[in-house]
């Protein structure tokens, strides 16, 4: 169902997700942009040297991806808030697996409330968060 | 202070005192490369002759990656990890004019468990516009595991 304001969310509704690209390559380039050092995030061989289990997912590439999620649930919808925990790493060249669900829905303000999580291929959560979203009222 | 920080007597001494200041100009390819590597295809982040063209939130989030404690805050023996980040979105956040992120501590609290204690130290840089316009707020949530007493 396409959501156009905040009279169309549902309570317990679970948002449509999508896969990550978690390659070396667009990890590296997310560093990049952001001035990371290059290594942790492009070169599993680096990062085993630097002490890590391989190269990884920037932390805040991964509230993006929790972002577009929310994006891409709604066209109207504007996150006026995220707060991620980064539990544990997440591997590159790995899928990262996008869990949310709506767990308030203030229809006076147009403010949605959700869940949501980075999980990896073993169903072990990376990162949770919550996020506001506001939505059009009519 | 290596060990046994006193969170009330830190909280006294360092919160919601600014220590550093910092002018932005948001860079647009770098923005770009933020937005399409975390899968965003909203205009509004992608698109630079979209009128409302703006920093998606883990860009906003990557400016505070900066300085994040005083100068005099004390080493608590352990090593910082970082613990997450959150970001408030109050206005768009535009490309390639000036800006300024002004920084504090804004929580530091500690949690016990089996392993010892961590103390929790939320950094938060508040983004302004040349017009000293508030446009987001991000947390920095830094996680020291303080090193047992030997």
Known sequence: ?138 | MANSADVEELRDQFLEQEFDSKDFLLDQDKVLTVAQMSGETRPEFTDPEHPEFQAPPAFLCSLASGRHLPIDFPRLGGIPMDGGKAVTVHAPVPIGEPLVGKTHLADIYDKKGRSGRMILIVARMELYDGQDKHLATTDSRMVIREKPAA
């Open chain 1, 1 to 138: 169902m396409s959501i156009q304001t905040i009279a169309d969310v549902e309570f317990g509704a679970e948002l449509p997700t999508f896969e990550p690209d978690t390659s070396l390559a667009a990890c590296g380039a997310f560093a990049n942009a952001v001035g990371w050092p290059s290594g942790r995030f492009d070169d599993h061989e680096a990062a085993r040297k630097q002490g890590l289990p391989g190269a990884l997912v920037p932390g805040i590439m991964g509230l993006g991806f929790l972002t577009t999620t929310i994006h891409n649930w709604s066209a109207n919808a504007r996150v006026v808030n995220i707060d991620t925990v980064f539990r544990a790493p997440m591997l590159a060249d790995t899928p990262a697996i996008i869990g949310a669900v709506v767990t308030d829905i203030d229809e006076d303000e147009g403010i949605v409330e959700l869940d949501m999580t980075i999980k990896n291929e073993a169903d072990e959560t990376r990162v949770f968060g919550t996020a506001k979203v506001s939505l059009p009222l009519e």
